[in-house]
């Protein structure tokens, strides 16, 4: 068993709604990463947290370290928010990886 | 001004032979990562190196071994190359602190196939 879970797996949203891809994790941590990864290959760091909530334009994560989960919220999506977002958590130096979630948002 | 830069972007190369990938970052920090992305685009750390010191090392064959010449430069050799071998090999960097690696930055990929 994968010490990260993702889900859901696969995602097709319409342009403009709200969406929520979670991850959930079995190992205590020192912090959580959201990954994304565009379709041509390259991949850019979207947060890193240790607790409570963060916010970067329309993307919003939280963490609830008790329950040992995240979520990552996309508002208002766009079709240029296609990509294959991934959950990585940290315990020191140690990185677990979801598997990802390939969002899709149709025009 | 690329933060995080590969060399090559593609390689395609015989099983058997021996290859270097190149990264470096001018981003000051002192971490760096090599990363595979398998078929199935499941990403797996394979090593980390904290100013020029081995901090990670991952269940990876003794075929590969990576090389730090300086804090800005990880380099990653893979010797008698084998077909599984054939991935996306990702390089990134980060500033220590604390427990926690901040952000990382992630090099282009570097797409190997080995026929």
């Known amino acids: 068993k994968n010490e990260v879970e993702q889900s859901p797996q696969n995602l097709t949203a319409q342009e403009g709604e709200f969406i929520t891809i979670n991850c959930s994790y079995s190992?205590?941590?020192?912090?959580l990463h959201w990954l994304q990864q565009h379709p041509g290959g390259g991949i850019v760091s979207l947060f890193m947290l240790s607790s409570g909530k963060k916010k970067h334009g329309r993307l919003i994560a939280t963490i609830n370290i008790q329950e040992k989960h995240s979520s990552l919220h996309i508002t208002a999506s766009h079709p240029r928010d296609s990509a294959v977002y991934i959950c990585a958590v940290q315990r020191t130096r140690q990185f677990y990886f979801g598997t990802g979630t390939s969002l899709t948002v149709i025009p | 001004d690329t933060a995080v830069s590969q060399t090559p972007k593609y390689l395609v190369t015989q099983m058997g032979n021996d290859k270097s990938i190149k990264c470096e970052q001018n981003?000051?920090?002192?971490?760096m990562y090599w990363y595979k992305q398998d078929s199935k685009k499941f990403l797996k750390i394979m090593f980390s190196y904290n100013n020029k010191e081995l901090i990670i090392n991952e269940t990876v064959p003794n075929r590969f071994s990576p090389k730090s010449p300086d804090k800005a430069h990880l380099n990653l050799h893979i010797n008698s190359l084998e077909l599984g071998d054939s991935a996306v090999y990702f390089c990134?960097?980060?500033?220590?602190?604390?427990?926690?690696?901040?952000?990382?930055?992630f090099g282009p990929g570097t797409r190997l196939l080995v026929l």
């Open positions: 981003l000051g920090h002192d971490t």
């Open positions: 990134a960097s980060s500033q220590a602190s604390g427990l926690a690696q901040e952000t990382q930055y």
């Open positions: 190992v205590g941590i020192s912090a």
